[in-house]
Each structure stands twice: as C-alpha cells, then as structure tokens.
C-alpha cells in the first residue's frame, strides 16, 4: 500500500516505456485494400542517418499520433463495462486521436499517391514489448481501430 502522498519516479523522470508502439495503415483504394503501411520506420531511418533532418520532426509526429491513439484505447479499457463493438465504434468515431491519426494516414498515402483518394482508411498500433537486457525479442501485438469510410 502506497502512503497518502506517495511520490514515483516519475516525478524527476518518466519511466522507461515498456513497450514501442507505432502506428500502421492501410487504405482500400480502387477497389482493393493496399498493404500495411508503417511511416515510422523510414522516418526513424532518415532521422538516424542524418540527426538534423526534418525527418526527426516527422518522426516525433508519428510517435505522438501513436501515443495518443494507444493512450485513447488504455482509456476505452479502463472506463467500458459492457464491450461491444457498436459502443467501441462510437467511442473512437468521437475520439480527437482516433480522427488525428485518420487525418495522419490519409496525408502520409497522399504524399506516395498518384492523386488517388481513399474510399476507406484503417489504422492500428504495432505494439513490440521491450526485450529486458539480454532477453530474446517478442512478437508484436496488435490493437486494430475501426475502419473509417472516407468517403
């Protein structure tokens, strides 16, 4: 049991994270669904190669949409009760992260597209749990978002 003004770590520095997330999407385009799509990892590979890129801000974009759309779905466990999918729909359709990483995908599929528009854009997060030192490499998990009809 913690004391009444129990102080973490966090209050001098953030705890490590635990797991890396990032986020990935695909969109269904000309009749047909493309690949997953993970920006971060060429945006993390064009920040390590050169420090002072603009990459390292595109980098942190894609790291923060992904943070706040997994921390909008830590808040969906914690404060649902009756877990349908209906009310899961709803919850993400009015979520500020959710419509943020929506809008993030379709720009992200803009930049490569020869003006070709989605009709439909599914995001989800690539959650890879961080290895302790010496320890073997997990799989990643999942967290898959409502398909958003774009048009």
Do not use: C
């Not at 920040?47 to 790291?63: M, T, V």
């Not at 830590?74 to 729909?89: C, G, I, P, V, Y």
């Not at 003006?115 to 961080?130: G, K, N, Q, Y």
């Not at 010496?134 to 799989?139: K, L």
């Amino acid at each position: 049991m913690a004391p009444q003004f129990h102080q973490t770590w966090s209050l001098f520095a953030p705890d490590p994270p635990t797991v890396e997330k990032s986020i990935e999407f695909r969109v269904f385009a000309q009749g047909e669904w493309r690949g997953w799509s993970d920006p971060g990892a060429e945006l993390l590979e064009a920040h390590d190669a050169f420090r002072l890129s603009q990459a390292s801000i595109l980098f942190r974009i894609n790291q923060n949409v992904a943070w706040r759309l997994w921390n909008d779905h830590q808040r969906w466990e914690d404060l649902s009760k009756n877990r349908t999918e209906h009310k899961r729909t709803s919850f993400f359709e009015r979520s500020r992260a959710y419509q943020g990483a929506i809008h993030y995908a379709g720009a992200r599929f803009r930049e490569g597209a020869e003006e070709v528009l989605p009709d439909s854009i599914e995001v989800r997060i690539r959650l890879i749990p961080v290895p302790p030192p010496g320890g073997a490499e997990a799989s990643p998990e999942f967290l898959r978002f409502p398909v958003y009809a774009a048009r």
